[in-house]
């Protein structure tokens, strides 16, 4: 099992990143920003299946595959929501949600737990004692100030 653990912490997993509505890396204070997970394209993510090279497992068929267990979202400004299972999502149903109450560039990233399991020679998955602690890219929120002012008609 030390070799399944190790082979586990060697898979290349893909990032988690944090996707932020509204889009283009730019907001209002006091405005609800919705976040959620997403995963780099390169990598394995949650439930995608690592099939490991059976010559240096005595010719043997295994397989890993990471589970998703948690996410903290660091919103760059000192504060953070998790650990949590929600992956988050869009208005107006997400649940990480968050309003800046001042101005300024903040640099938003998750970090996720990953658990992991195993099948060897097509048997049932097994569980692989551990886990992995990824932290993703930061982005960057652009959150910014406006100011309103009433014109006179014809002005």
Do not use: C
Request: no cysteine; glycine share 10%; hydrophobic share 35%.
């Amino acid at each position: 099992m030390d070799m399944i653990e190790a082979a586990f912490h060697r898979t290349p997993f893909a990032e988690p990143g944090v996707s932020v509505q509204p889009v283009n890396g730019r907001t209002l204070i006091r405005l609800d920003n919705w976040f959620a997970m997403a995963w780099s394209e390169a990598g394995y993510e949650p439930e995608e299946i690592d099939t490991l090279n059976p010559a240096n497992w005595f010719d043997l068929e295994v397989r890993i595959k990471p589970l998703f267990d948690s996410v903290t979202y660091d919103f760059g400004d000192g504060t953070s929501m998790g650990p949590t299972t929600s992956l988050g999502g869009t208005y107006p149903t997400g649940d990480i949600v968050k309003a800046y109450t001042t101005s300024g560039t903040y640099g938003v990233h998750a970090e996720t737990v990953l658990k992991g399991q195993v099948s060897i020679q097509g048997s049932e998955w097994i569980d692989i004692p551990g886990q992995a602690d990824l932290t993703g890219p930061t982005t960057d929120l652009a959150v910014l100030t406006a100011k309103n002012e009433l014109y006179l008609p014809g002005n």
